[in-house]
């Protein structure tokens, strides 16, 4: 569940691994030094970050898409947007998942719940995001 400094990049290393609405993605970016592979999610209004898991970067856009988008900017190293705050436990621990050094265990620990019941706060995040950029694309939202 690592995550990591947005790597420089040349056009010849990336490619887009997923693409979703509203110009926003995830771009697939080897290393050609070491041959190392991050995924990096882009979003308009939003400075970007960077993931070794690609269900990692999948999970956060879809707190994204679920909190209709977010800045991390001026949140700190260590701080939460307080849009993602306000949203509710299953929210928070989906983006507490993708932060650097965390997993189920220590959100189950940290919150008190059993792993199972983390998976589906996470679980409820992905079928949302999914129901809210379905429901965008029949309004004709690309």
Same mark, same amino acid.
């Given at each position: 569940?690592?995550?990591?400094?947005?790597?420089?990049?040349?056009?010849?290393?990336?490619?887009?691994?997923?693409?979703?609405?509203?110009?926003?993605?995830?771009?697939?970016?080897?290393?050609?030094?070491?041959?190392?592979?991050?995924?990096?999610?882009?979003?308009?209004?939003?400075?970007?970050?960077?993931?070794?898991?690609?269900?990692?970067?999948?999970?956060?856009?879809?707190?994204?898409?679920?909190?209709?988008?977010?800045?991390?900017?001026?949140?700190?190293?260590?701080?939460?947007?307080?849009?993602?705050?306000?949203?509710?436990?299953?929210?928070?621990?989906?983006?507490?998942?993708?932060?650097?050094?965390?997993?189920?265990?220590?959100?189950?620990?940290?919150?008190?719940?059993?792993?199972? *019941?983390?998976? +589906?706060?996470?679980? +409820?995040?992905? *079928? +949302?995001?999914? *129901?809210?950029?379905?429901?965008?694309?029949?309004?004709?939202?690309?």
């Amino acid at each position: 569940m690592s995550r990591s400094e947005t790597p420089p990049t040349t056009p010849e290393d990336e490619t887009v691994y997923r693409d979703y609405i509203l110009d926003v993605r995830i771009v697939e970016h080897r290393s050609q030094t070491d041959g190392d592979v991050q995924y990096r999610f882009e979003a308009p209004h939003h400075e970007g970050c960077s993931f070794d898991d690609p269900e990692v970067a999948e999970l956060y856009a879809d707190v994204y898409f679920d909190v209709n988008g977010f800045e991390e900017a001026g949140t700190g190293d260590r701080g939460v947007p307080p849009t993602i705050i306000q949203a509710g436990r299953d929210t928070l621990v989906a983006y507490l998942f993708t932060q650097p050094h965390t997993d189920v265990y220590w959100l189950a620990s940290f919150y008190g719940e059993k792993p199972e *019941k983390i998976q +589906r706060y996470i679980n +409820r995040v992905e *079928k +949302r995001a999914t *129901k809210i950029r379905e429901g965008a694309r029949e309004h004709g939202m690309e």
